[in-house]
């Protein structure tokens, strides 16, 4: 972050479009739209952009009490899952000249355009605007030489006629703000590049197009589909009284899975107190639901390893190709958190099968300790994460 000298000379720069300066505590809105237009990088500084609470204007300072609370409701921009990939982002509490004031420190996206509900900001000189078609082509062009997520990479093979439009008609309603669409005249083409499934410079989809809305994701991405099994006992070897392999675009593969889990899960009477008896789960559903969304969002795609979803008799497990990724590592898992598959994580959120970013984990484990479960065990190498759930017991 920055030091003292730094800040001053950026609160005084009232003609820097790398600044904007704010005295409200509340207007989350157009905080994200501004952490949306840095995050795009317009003028291609390749620097960080700063949003500063708690500074006027002409560069004076409000006298801002920044709290906890409201360090917290800005980290919250980044996971809430409005702006979309998540950009990377720091958040500090400076006090200069006896005044308090907090800073958003928003580094540019390797992956732009970046939105935020569906909307791409930009900073025109000191102003932030609506990025227009020519600037979102700009931006999607200039993702070329950025992008380094598999996800985004050119799938050579599938040309456009490897799309599903129905399947991303129905998407881009979701993803893209309606009033973006109603003005949109652009070639389909231009309009899979502005979400990153498309590359224009070499006329394929991105590995994210296949695996969203290919008509055969699996020709291009062999280990794209989840294995499923569901066993009487406790071991492998057992005769599986169900087994499928899961696969097609990924908003099919998600929704199959939503039912599967739903059938792993019986409910019956179990006590709940001293003075009676009640129906409960031998599974929290959204819990696995959690992990079965975090295992297909994580995964190595370039690896030709399915997702594995196996029902045992007592518990079930879920393994993921590709270790931890980025920052995570077991020492610090699931505090900290990186994307493979940025592209995949925002269309899952657009979908619906992911409400919030970095939380899964916590969320699931949270929701197994209301219901009465064992915390879920996670194994981590180079290859691979596998979480085992066990059943409440009776």
């Known amino acids: ?19 904007e300066r704010t005295v409200s ?7 994200s739209q ?11 500084h390749r620097q960080p952009g700063y949003l500063l609470l708690g500074v ?14 409201l360090l917290k409701n800005l980290g919250g921009i980044r996971s809430d899952g409005n702006v979309l990939p998540p950009p990377a982002m720091n958040f500090a509490k400076y006090t200069v000249d006896g005044h308090e ?29 609506i990025a227009n078609e020519q600037e979102e ?30 399947l991303f008609d129905a998407y881009r309603r979701e993803a893209i703000d309606p009033g973006t669409i109603a003005a949109n005249h652009r070639p389909i083409e231009h309009q899979l590049a502005s979400l990153r499934l498309f590359d224009p410079e070499r006329r394929c989809l991105t590995h994210a ?5 290919g008509k055969n994701p699996r020709f291009y991405l062999p280990g794209a589909y989840v294995q499923y099994l569901r066993l009487p006992g406790t071991d492998l070897t057992d005769i599986p009284d169900d087994q499928a392999e899961v696969s097609g675009d990924l908003h099919s593969v998600l929704r199959e899975l939503e039912g599967r889990l739903r059938l792993a899960i019986q409910t019956r009477m179990r006590p709940s107190s001293a003075l009676g008896e009640k129906m409960l789960p031998d599974y929290p559903e959204w819990a696995l639901r959690e992990l079965l969304m975090n295992a297909v969002m994580h995964r190595n795609y370039d690896s030709n390893t399915p997702v594995r979803f196996y ?7 879920i393994q993921s190709p590709g270790g931890l990724y980025g920052e995570a590592t077991p020492q610090n898992f699931p505090t900290r958190n990186s994307y493979r598959n940025p592209v995949i994580a925002e269309a899952m959120k657009s979908l619906g099968f992911v409400n919030r970013f970095g939380y899964g984990v916590q969320r699931a484990q949270a929701l197994l300790a209301q219901n009465g479960n064992p915390e879920a065990q996670f194994e981590f190498d180079e290859h691979a994460v596998l979480v085992k759930v066990y059943r409440r017991p009776e």
């Not at 505590?25 to 905080?31: A, E, P, R």
């Not at 380094?148 to 129905?166: H, K, M, N, V, W």
């Open 1 to 19: 972050m920055l030091d003292e000298r730094e800040l001053k000379k950026l609160m005084l720069d009232l003609e820097s479009d790398r600044v």
């Open 25 to 31: 505590t509340t207007s989350t809105d157009k905080f």
């Open 34 to 44: 501004a952490v949306c237009a840095f995050a795009n990088d317009m003028p291609a």
């Open 56 to 69: 006027n204007d002409d560069g004076g300072l409000q006298g801002l009490s920044v709290t906890d609370e």
């Open 101 to 129: 004031l907090a800073v958003v420190e928003v580094f540019p996206s390797d992956i732009p355009p970046v939105r935020y509900k569906g909307r791409v900001y930009i900073r025109v000189g000191p102003r932030r605007a």
């Open 137 to 166: 082509r700009i931006l999607s062009e200039r993702r070329l030489g950025l992008a380094r997520s598999f996800d985004a990479r050119p799938c050579a093979e599938a040309g456009i006629e490897e799309l599903s439009t129905g």
């Open 209 to 213: 197009g296949v695996l969203l809305f």
């Open 311 to 317: 029902v045992f008799g007592d518990h079930i497990e």
